[in-house]
Nanobody, 124 residues
Framework: QVQLVESGGGLVQAGGSLRLSCACSARTFTAYGMAWFRQAPGKEREFVAV????????IYTDTVKGRFTISRDNAKNTAYLQLNSLKPEDTAVYYC?????????????????WGQGTQVTVSS
């Protein structure tokens, strides 16, 4: 059973930054593509970013391109999401997800492993 634990959320003013972390319990972390999703109140959970097993490739949703950066440290079994130039509309619970599928996937129903989420609140 793979466990994912997110951390790093908080309250920040618009224009500020946060760094989210996702610690993974898998023995073979490099077998998993890692992604971040978010869910704002009253909205569906949406894709934010995904990174390949080796960290060489990534995909972002258009609304965060140029502001957010996904990365991973395979030696530490941890994925990260750097959030810069935050906007109030970025306010959401951010979830880490993992999948054994080799290609980069953006559909949430293809991720079997999820963390409990971390709250990001951006004030105007």
């Amino acid at each position: 059973q793979v466990q994912l634990v997110e951390s790093g959320g908080g309250l920040v003013q618009a224009g500020g930054s946060l760094r989210l972390s996702c610690a993974c319990s898998a023995r073979t972390f490099t077998a998993y593509g890692m992604a971040w999703f978010r869910q704002a109140p009253g909205k569906e959970r949406e894709f934010v970013a995904v990174i390949s097993r080796d960290g060489a490739s990534a995909i972002y949703t258009d609304t965060v391109k140029g502001r957010f950066t996904i990365s991973r440290d395979n030696a530490k079994n941890t994925a990260y999401l750097q959030l810069n130039s935050l906007k109030p509309e970025d306010t959401a619970v951010y979830y880490c997800a993992a999948s054994l599928v080799e290609e980069l996937i953006t559909e949430r129903n293809r991720y079997p492993y999820w963390g409990q989420g971390t709250q990001v609140t951006v004030s105007s």
